[in-house]
């Protein structure tokens, strides 16, 4: 038996032996790969300032500490009832929405004549019963015929005194005796100690501005204006300068509007706002915007009204007054050269078709401004 005797592993762990007990040669040891390893980046930001800050919505409600139950309240539950209606619609196809049941309609009233715009004659039937009048709106109070003189014979002769030509023909004269001497109302003993000259002053008297009088009632009074106008210098006062107006006639609007609600043309007057609306022969709806009572905006002020607490135990029924300004120089008379810049007060509570009529009587003078002098 032969007995083979392996050779010991060479203490160089690299060098390698072979089958036949020979051992090679070490192999040298591959060099390290360098390897390119680039800087950091720094991470570039752009200045705060150019820094755009995006909306972010809200948190969700979500408690982020312990909940704690709101001690025990009573409720208070404020209920508002509404009567609200339509009515029908009519041959145009025009009905109207209320959100609250009116006290009554004005339009309710209105007649055949009150709709047209022809000429009404002063018609007395045999019973003596007044058919058609000619001014149904006519203004009330000392406004009205025969003011500003005693009877309505004077008035009737003064009118027609004041109007036409300066020379009365004969188709004046005729007028004359047609419509004045021969009128209902004229009576020929209401002419004593008559004078044209004197009526004619008392009636300067009565309108000119620049008098007394005439303010003497329905709570006219005199006011200062104080006007700031701005300056671009510096002045005593700052970049403004003041002015004083002495001389403004004017008189409260509580009592104007007092005034108007207790006339008879108030009886014209809309409480109670309402949406317009027109149906086509196809049944679609359309709203109409024909008035200010029957705007938006009004119904929605008297709906708050509405839900206003009540504090004085009044049940009075509660409106909204719709106030106009309006304002223009007018010459006060056709004979003289009086004239006035005034500031008149109409109400939207009044139709427009009434409130525009020359005879309603529905403008109210509540200011005069002062001329100014040459």
């Known amino acids: 038996m032969h007995e083979f005797q392996t050779p010991a592993a060479p203490d160089d762990p690299t060098m390698q032996v072979m089958p036949d007990g020979t ?7 591959p060099l390290p790969t360098v390897v390119d390893v680039p800087r950091p980046s720094r991470p570039r930001r752009l200045p705060r300032r150019y820094q755009d800050e995006l909306p972010e919505p809200m948190a969700p409600a979500v408690a982020t500490c312990p909940v704690v139950d709101p001690p025990s309240l009573p409720r208070r539950v404020i209920l508002h009832v509404f009567d609200s209606f339509r009515t029908v619609f009519n041959k145009f196809g025009i009905a109207r929405d209320y959100r609250h049941r009116p006290s009554y309609d ?14 009404r004659r002063h018609e007395v039937d045999p019973n003596g019963a007044h058919e058609s009048c000619d001014d149904c709106y006519g203004p009330s109070g000392e406004r009205a015929p025969p003011w500003p003189w005693a009877n309505m ?9 004041l109007t036409g030509n300066s020379q009365k023909s ?13 009128a209902p109302d004229f009576n020929v003993d209401d002419f004593t100690h008559f004078d044209a000259s004197t009526l ?45 107006v002495p001389g403004l006639m004017c008189r409260s609007l509580t009592a104007v509007i007092k005034t108007a609600f207790s006339e008879p043309i108030s009886k014209w007057f809309h409480l109670t706002p309402f949406k317009r609306v027109w149906k086509s022969p196809s049944g679609r709806e359309q709203r109409i915007y024909d008035e200010l009572y029957s705007s938006d905006v009004w119904n929605k002020a008297h709906d708050e009204i509405q839900k206003q607490k009540r504090t004085d135990n ?13 304002s223009d120089s007018t010459q006060l008379n056709q ?3 009086s004239s006035a810049w005034p500031i008149y007060l109409f109400f939207g509570n009044l139709s427009k078709y009434i409130r525009a009529s020359p005879a309603s009587g529905a403008c109210y003078p509540v200011a005069f401004i002062p001329p100014v002098s040459s």
């Open 335 to 337: 004979f003289g050269h």
């Open 153 to 161: 014979s004077i008035w009737r002769l003064m009118t027609w005194k």
């Open 170 to 182: 004969n188709a004046e004269v005729t007028r004359l005796v047609r419509d004045v001497i021969q």
């Open 314 to 326: 009044c049940q009075l029924e509660r409106v909204v007054a719709g106030l106009m300004f309006w």
């Open 106 to 119: 004005p339009d309710a009233l209105l007649s055949v004549l009150d709709l047209s715009d022809l000429p």
């Open 200 to 244: 004619l002053k008392r009636l300067e008297d009565e309108v000119a501005p620049d008098t007394t009088r005439v303010f003497d009632r329905d709570g006219w009074r005199e006011e200062v204006l104080d006007i700031i106008i701005p300056m671009r210098e510096k002045q005593q006062e700052g970049y403004k300068h003041s002015f004083r």
């Open 23 to 29: 051992a090679n040669e070490p192999s040298p040891l």
